[in-house]
C-alpha cells in the first residue's frame, strides 16, 4: 500500500505562485510513477503532470506546459508542482497519484489539496 499527502494549496492572485507537496509513505518501492490531477468544480478531474522516479521523464498538459514544474526528490519520496503564472482556470483540488507496478498498474490517491486563484 501506499499513502499520499498533498500539502501547499491555498489562495493566490492571478499571476502569482505556489507550490504543492506530495509526500509518499508506505510500500514506495514498488511505485515509478508520480502524477498530478485536478479537478475544479462541476468538472472532471483531469491529469495536469507526470514524472518518472527512474530518469524524470516530465509530461504536462497543454493547458499547463510552461507555466508548471514538476518535480521529485527520491531519497524523500515526494513529488512537487511549482506553478507560477496561475490563472484563475487553475481553481481546482490538486490531486497527486502513484502508480504501482502491480496489476498492471495499480494506483494510489492523495486526497487532495485546494488551490483557488483569485482575480
Known amino acids: 500500500q501506499v499513502q499520499l499527502v498533498e500539502s501547499g494549496g491555498g489562495l493566490v492572485q492571478a499571476g502569482g505562485s505556489l507550490r504543492l507537496s506530495c509526500a509518499a509513505s508506505?510500500?514506495?518501492?514498488?511505485?515509478?510513477?508520480m502524477d498530478w490531477f485536478r479537478q475544479a468544480p462541476g468538472k472532471e478531474r483531469e491529469f495536469v503532470a507526470g514524472?518518472?522516479?527512474?530518469?524524470?521523464?516530465?509530461y504536462y498538459a497543454e493547458s499547463v506546459k510552461g507555466r508548471f514544474t514538476i518535480s521529485g526528490d527520491n531519497a524523500k519520496n515526494t513529488v512537487y508542482l511549482q506553478m507560477n503564472s496561475l490563472k484563475s482556470e487553475d481553481t481546482a483540488v490538486y490531486y497527486c497519484?502513484?502508480?504501482?507496478?502491480?496489476?498492471?498498474?495499480?494506483?494510489?490517491w492523495g486526497q487532495g489539496t485546494q488551490v483557488t486563484v483569485s482575480s
Open positions: 497519484r502513484a502508480t504501482a507496478a502491480l496489476h498492471g498498474g495499480l494506483y494510489y
Open positions: 508506505g510500500r514506495t518501492f514498488s511505485t515509478y510513477t
Open positions: 514524472i518518472r522516479w527512474s530518469g524524470g521523464s516530465t
